[in-house]
């Protein structure tokens, strides 16, 4: 049923796409914890922050800083959000040499989050990709909004396919396939994952990045990897949800997705149970319980001393 030949990559955005919406806006010095908290437990790409427009997204305005602060682990990605060429700039000036720069394939949602149509936004973003290539910078492009909208509901497959097409001719790293407002399922997943491995080029990574807004995170994230996907977006305790899109909630949690990685013979690198404290330091700061699964459930004797470190 599943192929075990490959590694997964969990790439964590908790400290982009997990606080962008939140009221309680964390200092440089606790974002600094949590990186090196992700780096310890084995998170192997960390997305640091997103370079857009303070007034829009205001937990964002400190990335530039944050990124001059980083002290890089051997063999950790430190990657960022991107989505003009404004956002490209300050990336470079800092030395980002990952990121993600991505469109929507809603209409709505496009106007409502970058403010153009898709069309113009494609059309706009192609250059900054070019740009940024051109660099040296590895680019994963993402498609937002790819399995439904929350103003549009179905997004026409075709649609996405498209614009995948066109950025596997660009010659990205990566295509990011988003489920933005959590609409997608099982079938839904494998079947457009199916089709746009392949229509990209082989050596064009595909990745999945995945809200549980409707319970069915995990299930699309197994069926994602059964279509052949390898990279897999989470948020560490589920935390997220996109700022433009009504009742968007989380996230998959990084421990949950690493944690039915392992069940199920899938290697991440991460040590799930490393996150338990860390999910609770972040419930602390914001207040409320947050919706990861494992870090609420009690530890198995079993599994305890691995916990305890004996």
């Known amino acids: 049923m599943y192929d075990f030949s490959d590694d997964i990559l969990i790439e964590d955005t908790f400290l982009r796409d997990g606080l962008q919406v939140e009221k309680r806006q964390l200092s440089i010095e606790e974002k600094l914890h949590f990186l090196t908290a992700l780096e310890a437990a084995g998170v192997r790409r960390i997305q ?5 427009h303070p007034d829009r997204v205001p937990q964002m305005a400190d990335t530039d800083a944050l990124f001059e602060r980083i002290v890089p682990k051997e063999g950790v990605v430190y990657t960022a959000l991107v989505l003009n060429k404004a956002g490209l700039d300050r990336a470079m000036a800092v030395g980002v040499r990952h990121l993600s720069i991505s469109v929507s394939a809603s209409e709505t949602h496009s106007r409502k989050n970058a403010n153009r149509s898709v069309d113009d936004g494609i059309e706009r973003i192609l250059p900054v990709i070019e740009k940024a290539l051109g660099e040296g910078i590895a680019v994963r492009a993402g498609i ?18 498209e614009i995948a097409r066109r950025f596997s001719d660009l010659g990205v790293n990566e295509i990011n396939v988003a489920d933005t407002a959590g609409l997608g399922n099982p079938r839904q997943v494998f079947e457009l994952c199916t089709r746009l491995r392949g229509e990209i080029a082989p050596e064009v990574a595909l990745s999945l990045h995945l809200h549980d807004t409707r ?15 390898r990279v897999i977006d989470a948020a560490l305790g589920g935390l997220g949800g996109c700022p433009f899109v009504p009742k968007a909630t989380g996230n998959i949690a990084t421990e949950d997705a690493a944690f039915a990685c392992e069940q199920i013979g899938l290697r991440t690198g991460i040590d799930w149970q490393a996150l338990r404290p860390l999910v609770a330091e972040a419930e602390e700061l914001f207040g409320r319980a947050l919706p990861a699964r494992v870090s609420h459930v009690p530890v198995p004797p079993w599994e305890r001393a691995v916990e305890e470190g004996a």
């Open 48 to 52: 640091v922050g997103s370079f857009v």
């Open 144 to 161: 937002q909004s790819a399995f439904g909208c929350g103003y549009e509901g179905r997004i026409d497959p075709e649609r996405v396919s």
């Open 215 to 229: 319970g069915l995170g995990l299930a699309n994230m197994i069926a994602g990897i059964e279509a052949g996907v």
